[in-house]
């Protein structure tokens, strides 16, 4: 089985120890466990109590019952214990759902730009993999004309993410509405990594997920982006029951259970989603406008509003290949973003803008910095 590199991961792993200022991170700004704790207004020294009288064996090995039915609350159709599978974070349910569903010979069509994972494993997989490409004059929201000529009498899945990363759109109830009929004229699966879901900037969870909207819809989330939590590494399917016990056949190969301890954690944040959820669109939608202020206000950047999520991609009308201006701005000042060429998307790089508004303010007068730079030598497009 070949596969392609994983272009994000490989960039971040490359140089985001040594950044001095990290707009790159997708996260809003994570919370300690102190954090949390205080958050749900339980005693420190009685949690950690607990805690040490833990017995840390395999635990439930779908996900324990009580958090299992805290996820079903995420979810506007009801739901139950039975429809959804803990995983190792969201790139674990996405692997899972994907390793699932897909097989030699498949066809599947994915948009882009998006999370690489989405539609290189699938080619790994042996899969044929038309993909759409989201663009911005249409506010990063797929063409479904476009849509309805990629999409095959034989396709087994088209794989979409939304809330989307990079581009912070949020394709609405009525856009996903029409993805499922297009997969329903020929029985295709819709696979949505949803892992932004919630970060909605008018509200959250005012969307609908794609396993409320369509029996074929396999809906992939964590506790990473949404509540602050990427250090617990858990995350989720939600899916018709039938399909969560294939997906059980194929998880017993590469993992057991999640940790006890993450299962415990991630109880207590979900249990307290509304006070986590204020903080955290309030750092989102803050930070949001002093990006789009950076934007404005600066020469040679544009970019499309992002309405969800904690992410951007910021469009530059500079000579130079993503990839070459990124390393540059982080080798002239530690100012490091992710390029445009991660996604396929040229001429672009993506900023993450939801940590505390003092990095993203650093980080953003940073890129500026060297922007001026590249003015100054010319290499003005």
Same mark, same amino acid.
């Not at 971040?12 to 704790?37: F, H, P, Q």
């Given at each position: 089985?070949?596969?392609?590199?994983? %272009?994000?991961?490989?960039?971040?792993?490359?140089?985001?120890?040594?950044?001095?200022?990290?707009?790159?991170?997708?996260? @809003? %700004?994570?919370? #300690?466990?102190?954090?949390?704790?205080?958050?749900?207004?339980?005693?420190?020294?009685?949690?950690?109590?607990?805690?040490?009288?833990?017995?840390?064996?395999?635990?439930?090995?779908?996900?324990?019952?009580?958090?299992?039915?805290?996820?079903?609350?995420?979810?506007?159709? #009801?739901?139950?214990?039975?429809?959804?599978?803990?995983?190792?974070? +969201?790139?674990?349910?996405? !692997?899972?759902?994907?390793?699932?569903?897909?097989?030699?010979?498949?066809?599947?069509?994915?948009?882009?730009?998006?999370?690489?994972?989405?539609?290189?494993?699938?080619?790994?997989?042996?899969?044929?993999?038309?993909?759409?490409?989201?663009?911005?004059?249409?506010?990063?929201?797929?063409?479904?004309?476009?849509?309805?000529?990629?999409?095959?009498?034989?396709?087994?899945?088209?794989?979409?993410? $939304?809330?989307?990363?990079?581009?912070?759109?949020?394709? /609405?109830?009525? @856009?996903? #509405?029409?993805?499922?009929?297009?997969?329903? $004229?020929?029985?295709?699966? @819709?696979?949505?990594?949803?892992?932004?879901?919630?970060?909605?900037?008018?509200?959250?969870?005012?969307?609908? &997920?794609?396993?409320?909207?369509?029996?074929?819809?396999?809906?992939? &989330?964590?506790?990473?982006?949404?509540?602050?939590?990427?250090?617990?590494?858990?995350?989720?399917?939600?899916?018709?029951?039938? !399909?969560?016990?294939?997906? !059980?056949?194929?998880?017993?190969?590469?993992?057991? &259970?999640? +940790?006890?301890?993450?299962?415990?954690?991630?109880?207590?944040?979900? #249990?307290?989603?509304?006070?986590?959820?204020?903080?955290?669109?309030?750092?989102?939608?803050?930070?949001?406008?002093?990006?789009?202020?950076?934007?404005?206000?600066?020469? +040679?950047?544009?970019? @499309?509003?992002?309405?969800?999520?904690?992410?951007?991609?910021?469009?530059?009308?500079?000579?130079?290949?993503?990839?070459?201006?990124?390393?540059?701005?982080?080798?002239?000042?530690?100012?490091?973003?992710?390029? /445009?060429?991660?996604? %396929?998307?040229?001429?672009?790089?993506?900023?993450?803008?939801?940590?505390?508004?003092?990095?993203?303010?650093?980080?953003?007068?940073?890129?500026? &910095?060297?922007?001026?730079?590249?003015?100054?030598? /010319?290499?003005?497009?």
């Amino acid at each position: 089985m070949e596969i392609k590199a994983f %272009e994000v991961e490989e960039w971040m792993n490359r140089y985001e120890d040594d950044a001095t200022y990290n707009i790159a991170e997708t996260c @809003v %700004e994570s919370l #300690k466990v102190g954090e949390l704790l205080d958050i749900a207004s339980i005693e420190r020294y009685e949690f950690f109590g607990k805690l040490s009288e833990t017995k840390l064996t395999y635990g439930a090995i779908p996900g324990s019952v009580d958090l299992r039915e805290e996820i079903t609350k995420l979810y506007h159709k #009801k739901k139950t214990t039975d429809n959804v599978i803990v995983t190792n974070g +969201g790139i674990g349910a996405n !692997f899972l759902a994907l390793f699932t569903l897909v097989g030699p010979g498949d066809e599947v069509v994915a948009v882009y730009p998006t999370y690489q994972q989405l539609y290189s494993l699938p080619e790994a997989l042996g899969a044929k993999v038309r993909r759409l490409r989201l663009e911005p004059e249409d506010g990063y929201l797929p063409d479904m004309n476009k849509l309805r000529t990629l999409v095959k009498s034989n396709t087994r899945a088209i794989v979409i993410n $939304t809330p989307n990363n990079p581009t912070g759109a949020c394709f /609405g109830e009525a @856009v996903m #509405k029409e993805i499922a009929a297009i997969a329903d $004229t020929v029985g295709a699966w @819709v696979v949505c990594d949803e892992v932004y879901r919630g970060l909605e900037h008018d509200g959250s969870y005012l969307v609908p &997920s794609i396993a409320d909207i369509y029996e074929k819809g396999i809906s992939t &989330s964590s506790m990473s982006k949404v509540y602050s939590l990427a250090g617990l590494r858990l995350g989720w399917i939600a899916a018709d029951e039938g !399909f969560i016990k294939e997906c !059980f056949k194929h998880r017993d190969y590469n993992m057991i &259970s999640c +940790g006890m301890i993450d299962d415990a954690l991630a109880l207590i944040a979900l #249990k307290n989603k509304e006070k986590i959820l204020e903080r955290n669109l309030k750092i989102v939608v803050e930070n949001k406008k002093v990006l789009a202020d950076w934007v404005e206000g600066t020469d +040679g950047v544009s970019f @499309v509003l992002p309405n969800a999520g904690t992410t951007a991609l910021i469009k530059y009308d500079y000579d130079m290949g993503s990839e070459d201006l990124c390393r540059k701005m982080f080798e002239y000042n530690g100012a490091f973003v992710v390029p /445009g060429s991660c996604f %396929e998307f040229e001429n672009h790089f993506r900023i993450g803008y939801a940590p505390k508004k003092e990095v993203l303010v650093e980080g953003l007068a940073a890129v500026s &910095s060297f922007l001026q730079q590249l003015g100054h030598i /010319g290499a003005l497009a």
